[in-house]
C-alpha cells in the first residue's frame, strides 16, 4: 500500500503512519508505525516501545539519538539499532520492535503488507495524507 513519494522522505527524517492492520479473523487493529530512511534504506516499525508501552517520540518529535546513529525512544532513553530494531539498553536487551516491510518502487514508497491499510501519513508538525 502506497505512503507518499520516495523523494519526500529524506535522509533521517521519519513518518507518523496511521495504519488500520486486519489479519485473519482478528478485529482490525489500529497502530502508529514510524517509517524512517537510514544511510538510504528505509525501515518501518510499529512505534511502540516494549519497555513501557510508549511510542518512541512520546516526548519529543524525535526518534534519534542525538548522534543520528540509533533509534531513541524519548521516554527513558533506551536506544534500538535502526537497521534491526532491536533494544540495545539493559533491561530490554536483545527485543525488537515489530517490523513492517516497507519498500521503494516506482518512486513510492509502499508497504509490502496485504493487512495493513494506510490511515493517515504525517511529518513531524505537518499532515500529509
Ligand atoms: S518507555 Fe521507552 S525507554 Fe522507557
Redesign the pocket.
Known amino acids: 500500500m502506497h505512503i507518499i513519494a520516495a523523494q519526500d522522505l529524506a535522509e533521517k527524517a521519519f513518518l507518523s503512519v496511521e495504519v488500520l492492520l486486519k489479519r485473519g479473523s482478528l478485529r482490525p487493529r489500529k497502530l502508529n508505525v514510524i517509517v524512517f530512511r537510514f544511510n538510504g534504506e528505509v525501515y518501518a516499525y510499529v512505534n511502540h ?6 511510542p ?1 517520540n ?1 516526548s519529543e518529535d524525535a526518534i534519534f539519538d542525538a548522534n543520528l546513529q540509533y533509534l531513541r ?6 536506544l534500538f539499532e535502526p537497521e534491526s530494531g532491536t533494544c540495545i ?1 539493559p533491561v ?1 536487551e536483545g527485543q525488537k520492535l515489530q517490523a513492517f516491510k516497507v519498500v521503494e518502487e516506482a518512486g513510492k514508497l509502499v508497504f509490502k503488507e496485504k493487512s495493513l491499510q494506510v490511515l493517515k501519513v504525517s511529518l513531524p508538525g505537518q499532515e500529509l495524507i
Not at 516501545?49 to 510508549?54: I, L
Not at 525512544?73 to 533506551?78: K, L, N, V
Open positions: 516501545c516494549m519497555h513501557m508501552h510508549r518512541l512520546c525512544c524519548s521516554m527513558h532513553g533506551f539498553s530490554c
